[in-house]
């Protein structure tokens, strides 16, 4: 059973930046789609990023593009994303999740971590 760990929140002033893990352990993520999703207080969760099994496609919530950045490395069973100019809107739980593809539906995704808290507040 896969399991998803996320890690790197924090309190950040507006401008500044963090970069969240999501390590697998439990298995492999090579074959995985992973995409970070997040959910601030009183709002759905909404998709942040993706990033393709093999590394090669990427994609961004038109409300992060230009500042936050995904990337994986196999072989250390991990995926980041990197968050920058960082924005009070962005604070939220963030949370990574695998699926078989970026094209999937949030409830196609079929692991979940348990989150990591971003707040950007001065």
């Known amino acids: 059973q896969l399991q998803l760990v996320e890690s790197g929140g924090g309190l950040v002033q507006p401008g500044g930046s963090l970069r969240l893990s999501c390590a697998a352990s439990?298995?492999?993520?090579?074959?995985?789609?992973v995409g970070w999703f997040r959910q601030a207080p009183g709002k759905e969760r909404e998709g942040v990023s993706c990033?393709?099994?093999?590394?090669?496609?990427?994609n961004y919530a038109d409300s992060v593009k230009g500042r936050f950045t995904i990337s994986r490395d196999n072989a250390k069973n991990t995926v980041y994303l990197q968050m920058n100019s960082l924005k009070p809107e962005d604070t939220a739980v963030y949370y990574c999740?695998?699926?078989?593809?970026?094209?999937?539906?949030?409830?196609?995704?079929?692991?979940w971590g348990q989150g990591t808290q971003v707040t950007v507040s001065s």
């Open positions: 999740a695998a699926a078989g593809s970026c094209l999937a539906p949030k409830d196609g995704y079929d692991y």
């Open positions: 439990g298995g492999t993520l090579d074959y995985y789609a």
């Open positions: 990033i393709s099994s093999s590394g090669g496609s990427t």
